[in-house]
Structures are given as structure tokens and as C-alpha cells.
């Protein structure tokens, strides 16, 4: 089973910017659609961004144009670059496939406040 790392979490201040990091241990990024998703507490994970193998992205509406996902395959990488943070984006980032996620990661902390 390919392991997922997510790196690149940190406190940051309204209106700041961090670039979150996916390391795949296994060739996923060039098969499977892939996503970033979150979970603040008390709530459920959400899917804020995904890219296809063809390099299609969506976004949800609480992150476009704000966000912006993309991907390395050759490194085995994909990145979330969050930029304008809000309060409300304070959660923990995690990345898996879109479609049938499993093995979830650690994921990474982002903390929005000034």
C-alpha cells in the first residue's frame, strides 16, 4: 500500500500564505485523480482541491482562487499552495485518491491566526 506524508503545516497569520506538501512513497500522482482535503475540529473532512492525472484542477468554493494544487510526478510530490489565508482554513490537511480514499496520513497542521 502507498504511504502518504503531508508536510508544510504551520501558524500562520490572516492573510499569509503556506505551501503544504504530499509525498507519496509508490507512483499514485500519475494514475489517480488526487485531492487535498481537511478536518477542523468537530467537523467532518472536506475535499478542498483535486487534480486529475491529465493536470485538471477543481476547487471547492470556500478556497478558490486562493489555492492552488499541483503535482510532481517525477518526485512522487503534489503541493497545496494556500495563499490569503482565513481563520476558517485552520484545520488539518490531508492528501488521497479522490475516489475511494484509504491509508490516510498523519496529515498537517495549519493554524490561521493572528
Known amino acids: 500500500q502507498v504511504q502518504l506524508v503531508e508536510s508544510g503545516g504551520g501558524l500562520v497569520q490572516p492573510g499569509g500564505s503556506l505551501r503544504l506538501s504530499c509525498a507519496a512513497s509508490?507512483?499514485?500522482?500519475?494514475?489517480?485523480?488526487m485531492g487535498w482535503y481537511r478536518q477542523a475540529p468537530g467537523k467532518q473532512r472536506e475535499l478542498v482541491a483535486a487534480i486529475t492525472n491529465g493536470g485538471s484542477t477543481n476547487y471547492a468554493d470556500s478556497v478558490k482562487g486562493r489555492f492552488t494544487i499541483s503535482r510532481d510526478n517525477a518526485r512522487n510530490t503534489m503541493y497545496l499552495q494556500m495563499n490569503s489565508l482565513k481563520p476558517e482554513d485552520t484545520a488539518v490537511y490531508y492528501c488521497?485518491?479522490?475516489?475511494?480514499?484509504?491509508?490516510w496520513g498523519q496529515g498537517t497542521q495549519v493554524t490561521v491566526s493572528s
Open positions: 488521497n485518491k479522490k475516489t475511494s480514499p484509504k491509508g
Open positions: 509508490g507512483n499514485i500522482f500519475s494514475i489517480y485523480t
